[in-house]
């Protein structure tokens, strides 16, 4: 079509000229047969030719012009339907991985605690593996609580959540969390650092915990079997600053672009073998901005992913958000 467009405009500027050369030339013989001119000299100074030249010059800016506003509309709209093209296909690619992720997810938890409750029906277990099993199938069932967490979350993230504000002191939640993760991943290493005292933070306790818990179970299913993980709590100012790093894969600069998009995960849904939906790093990001914080990706030292979120102190000591950010990532 841009070569059409010039050709167009070519031999629209050659059918231009060759008019203007008949005219001329007709104007030419006409005036030497009245004996107005008698040589080309003359003929070129005349000024119906000086007219004649005029009104073709501008004819020739014109075509010029219009050959150059098609073009670059066209070029316009072909970019914008590539960029449509391009969203609607990534669209359908994070909808089917949320559908794969999601089944399996749900199908997952409820086929375990069906088996227990069939095998609690059918027989009688001795009391120790009854415990083992009623434990597996409450581990199952939190599961499924979680996930049902996250999707009403996401949920109220895309229309009108509203942080319940009350104080919280971070640095005992997050050893309370750390606590509970211990006993779910025995083979992880946790470790709890805090620098100097760490004053209450106003937040929504089910919020702070979501973000906290999608952080800290990321960095474990994203580590190695033998996961080290750390959790840091400091002041930074008029906030308290939270990073929770890992020593596992790490994430690459063009992932580290997409990860906080809903429905987004690294690698593709049909060959990964870590478990989640592609909401929990969604829901971290915007909860943390309902708060007026900030969060940023960074590279782990020596190698690994650090997440590190910022939360104010108080709701009167908010920053702008987006001021806020640009400060911490230039920090970062």
């Not at 600069?253 to 906080?260: L, N, R, Y």
Request: glycine residues 6%; contains cysteine.
């Amino acid at each position: 079509m841009l070569l059409a467009f010039a050709w167009w405009s070519v031999l629209l500027f050659n059918k231009n000229r060759d008019t203007f050369n008949a005219k001329a030339e007709l104007l030419k013989i006409g005036m030497v047969a009245e004996g107005i001119i008698s040589n080309q000299e003359e003929f070129l100074a005349q000024p119906r030719y000086l007219d004649l030249r005029d009104r073709y010059r501008k004819q020739e800016w014109m075509i010029m012009g219009e050959g150059l506003f098609f073009i670059i509309t066209l070029i316009i709209g072909i970019y914008l339907i590539n960029r449509g093209y391009n969203t609607a296909v990534a669209s359908a690619q994070q909808r089917r991985n949320f559908l794969l992720s999601i089944t399996h997810e749900l199908k997952s938890p409820i086929a375990s605690v069906k088996l227990v409750l069939e095998t609690f029906k059918k027989r009688q277990l001795p009391p120790a593996m009854s415990a083992k099993l009623t434990d597996n199938a409450l581990r199952e069932t939190e599961r499924l609580n979680n996930l049902v967490n996250d999707l009403l979350l996401s949920a109220k993230l895309d229309t009108d959540y509203q942080p319940h504000f009350q104080p919280l002191i971070l640095d005992e939640l997050l050893a309370a969390l750390i606590e509970k993760l211990e006993s779910k991943y025995p083979d992880a290493e946790f470790h709890l650092k805090i620098q100097n005292e760490i004053p209450v933070v106003q937040a929504d306790n089910t919020g702070i915990t979501s973000v906290l818990l999608n952080l800290l179970e990321n960095a474990v299913k994203y580590s190695p079997e033998k996961a080290v993980i750390t959790a840091e709590l400091c002041r930074s100012g008029d906030f308290v600053q939270v990073d929770i790093s890992d020593l596992g894969m790490g994430i690459s600069a063009k992932e580290k672009k997409k990860i906080f998009d809903k429905f987004y995960r690294v690698g593709n849904e049909d060959t990964r073998a870590t478990k989640g939906t592609g909401l929990g790093l969604y829901i971290v990001k915007n909860t943390v901005k309902a708060h007026g914080g900030t969060i940023v990706v960074q590279d782990n030292q020596p190698r690994g992913t650090k997440f590190s979120f910022k939360l104010p102190i108080s709701k009167k000591e908010k920053k702008d958000a987006s001021a806020a950010e640009k400060e911490f990532a230039a920090e970062a």
